[in-house]
């Protein structure tokens, strides 16, 4: 019994983080319908902006944040106000095309920039600490700071979506873009400050990863995978249904792994795959409206 229970905790704490990688990628598609297949490898950039801040500043990985978050920002805003906007009134293959040749730029520069090796960021004692439960039972710290970062993150979105004049903007723009440009909306800007706020997230994501396992240029493609099933397991638009959906996933991955440890990622995609067949739409289906 305790085991089973460690195993279900280990896998919902895992979950925080892939509801974290997803939650950027449901917040653009929920607004914009963008489906952004550089997604992931903006993860790993955001994870070697962060490797490069600790290192020319000797400060803690969590700290870099700081700096890490609104370089993020700042990237998110330009790369949709610049390149992407122009791909989203010409058919969904176009942005598809675009930004899978974004994921391959970004992979070969990081690859040219820092070599194929993987790194790490340290956190020192604060990775390995844990809460006692019981006398076989404990969780540890960081990843229980993963899990209720993901809370407060998504809890932040929805607020913001459903708070605020800017949220209000976004679900019109989502709505309907031309009635919203009718009324005096500035579709461009809304769009690149969508975009910005999920490459936002994504930092946060990006340094509890690089804390949490080591990282190296080829990794994007199977966080946008793992971003890609919690997102479609929640249910497209649903910011809570994502948390869900992540949640899933890692409790379906924590279970493979305990009953042998090369079924833990075929778990996952199996637990996709019937979420898939039973509810196509997804466990809780939202749209951003």
């Given amino acids: 019994m305790t085991a089973a229970i460690d195993t279900l905790l280990q896998g919902a704490l895992l ?16 607004i914009m319908r963008l ?38 920002f700042a990237i998110g805003y330009v790369l949709q106000r610049g390149l992407l906007n ?13 930004t899978f040749g974004l994921s391959i730029i970004i992979q070969n520069v990081l690859l040219e920039g820092f070599s194929a090796d993987s790194r790490k960021l340290q956190a020192g004692a604060f990775e390995t600490a844990s809460l006692r439960l019981g006398a076989d039972l404990a969780v540890g710290w960081f990843p229980l700071l993963i899990f ?33 440009r009718f009324y005096g909306v ?29 990282f190296d240029p080829a990794i994007g493609p199977a966080r946008l995978l793992f971003a890609f099933e919690a997102v479609i397991i929640g249910g497209l638009g649903s910011l809570w249904g994502t948390l869900a959906g992540g949640v899933i996933l890692g409790v379906a991955q924590s279970v493979g792994a305990r009953i042998d440890p090369a079924w833990q990622l075929l778990a996952g995609h199996v637990a996709f795959l019937l979420v898939l067949v039973l509810r196509p739409r997804g466990l809780f289906p939202r749209a951003v409206d």
């Fill in 186 to 214: 500035d579709n461009r800007h809304l769009f690149a400050l969508a975009m910005a706020l999920a490459l936002a997230v994504v930092s946060i994501a990006a340094v509890l990863l690089a804390v949490r396992t080591n």
């Fill in 148 to 180: 209720v970062t993901a809370v407060a993150v998504i809890a932040g979105l929805q607020a913001l979506l459903y708070r605020t004049r800017v949220g209000r903007a976004f679900r019109a723009v989502s709505d309907d873009p031309e009635a919203a």
């Fill in 35 to 72: 489906v952004n297949i550089a997604h992931g490898d903006l993860i790993v950039l955001a994870a070697y902006i962060a490797l490069v801040v600790v290192q020319a500043t000797g400060i803690g990985p969590i700290e870099s944040l700081v700096v890490v978050v609104p370089v993020m």
């Fill in 86 to 98: 122009l791909t989203l009134d010409r058919g969904i293959l176009p942005p598809l095309l675009v």
């Fill in 15 to 30: 979950g925080g983080l892939y509801a974290l990688f997803a939650a950027g990628l449901s917040l653009i598609f929920g």
